[in-house]
């Protein structure tokens, strides 16, 4: 079975605009959730969606939003980029909406910003 | 609120030798899991172990081995006859309350331990 899949890998963006990435889920996962890593430093939590429905909510700006879709598929799209926000944002799967379950992680899209 | 520690910014070893990584967390919640995690050079995090609050017999994994202690906060990494291919960054995390990988905070990640293993 496929992993985690996200696309783009690699992103260059200027300050202001805007970008939309992409996540497929494990097949079967149902729960997607996305993080920043900014260089050095451990992932961040963004977002966490659940049967369509956002879940939870890490301490990220309005610029920040995301969406699943009826496969479980998921974007995160990020409005009015700035320098700060050049990270690899990493999405991850798991098969339900229970604490214990370890969620999966894709190879990450790295932004950049120039 | 949760924290995890990783004090190790990196560690540089030999081959063959063991090592442990460290890791403390912070949690108010008695209901709590943590994990650890690897992060080879491509970037994917590769999932390597889960622990309940509820679950302090410590485990092995050929060689792996994690030590969970909740009288001092710490869930320790160990790779013992360390080889090359385990250099990476490691990463370890808290899950607390609530939904899925952590709940409305999602997972708490330290910030890492580079694991360098020199041939």
């Known amino acids: 079975d496929a992993g985690v899949t996200q696309s783009p890998t690699h992103l260059i963006k200027t300050r202001g605009q805007h970008v939309t990435l992409r996540c497929s889920p494990i097949?079967?996962?149902?729960?997607v959730s996305w993080y920043q890593q900014v260089l050095g430093q451990g992932p961040q939590f963004i977002f966490q969606y659940y049967e369509k429905e956002e879940r939870g909510r890490g301490n990220f700006p309005d610029r920040f939003s995301a969406r699943q879709f009826p496969n479980y598929s998921s974007e995160l799209n990020v409005n009015a980029l700035l320098l700060g926000d050049s990270a690899l944002y990493l999405c991850?799967?798991?098969?339900?909406?229970?604490?214990?379950?370890?969620?999966?992680f894709g190879d990450g899209t790295r932004l950049s910003i120039l | 609120a949760q924290k995890v520690t990783q004090a190790q910014t990196e560690i540089s070893v030999v081959e063959k030798e063991d090592v442990t990584l460290d890791c403390v967390y912070e949690?108010?919640?008695?209901?709590?899991?943590l994990f650890w995690y690897k992060q080879p050079p491509s970037g994917e995090l590769v999932f390597l172990i889960r622990r309940n609050s509820f679950d302090e017999q410590n485990e092995i994994s050929g060689r792996y081995s994690w030590n969970f202690q909740k009288s001092t906060s710490s869930f320790n990494f160990t790779i013992t006859a360390s080889q090359v291919v385990d250099s990476a960054v490691y990463f370890c995390?808290?899950?607390?309350?609530?939904?899925?990988?952590?709940?409305?905070?999602?997972?708490?990640f330290g910030k890492g331990t580079h694991l360098i293993i020199q041939p």
């Open positions: 995390a808290l899950s607390e309350a609530g939904y899925s990988g952590g709940g409305a905070d999602g997972l708490t």
């Open positions: 991850a799967s798991s098969l339900v909406q229970v604490r214990d379950q370890p969620q999966h």
């Open positions: 949690t108010r919640d008695t209901t709590y899991y």
């Open positions: 097949s079967g996962h149902k729960s």
